[in-house]
């Protein structure tokens, strides 16, 4: 059996442990340690497909500027189709490759 001092320094975990149940963890406390190694994973990765890239810094940027510059103009390709085939507008409703739309 405990005693009054023993029951003074028992914490609410100590309690519910006495009792049988446990602490309910919340949302945040099981989901931001995955969202953090996920985090540390991807910039591992990142950093270990820059070392082993096998065209200079300046090429390789370039590349991807390209490529990036290219999947922008395809999409801004399909918003001014999608928009054509819904509003019927023609070409007055195109929008520039490398301008946003709201």
């Given at each position: 059996m405990l005693s009054l001092k023993d029951l003074k320094k028992l914490d609410?975990?100590?309690?519910?442990?006495l009792v049988g149940l446990e602490t309910r963890r919340t949302t945040a406390e099981a989901?931001?340690?995955a969202l953090g190694i996920f985090a540390a994973g991807l910039l591992v990765g990142v950093g270990v497909g820059l070392l082993l890239a096998d065209k200079p810094?300046?090429?390789?940027?370039?590349?991807l500027r390209t490529r990036l510059q290219g999947?922008?103009?395809?999409l801004?390709?399909?918003?001014?189709n999608a928009r054509g085939t819904e509003t019927?507008?023609?070409?007055?409703?195109t929008v520039p490759p490398g301008s946003r739309t709201t």
């Open positions: 609410r975990d100590d309690l519910l442990d989901t931001l340690p810094g300046t090429q390789l940027r370039g590349d999947g922008q103009d395809k801004v390709g399909a918003i001014n019927q507008q023609g070409a007055g409703s």
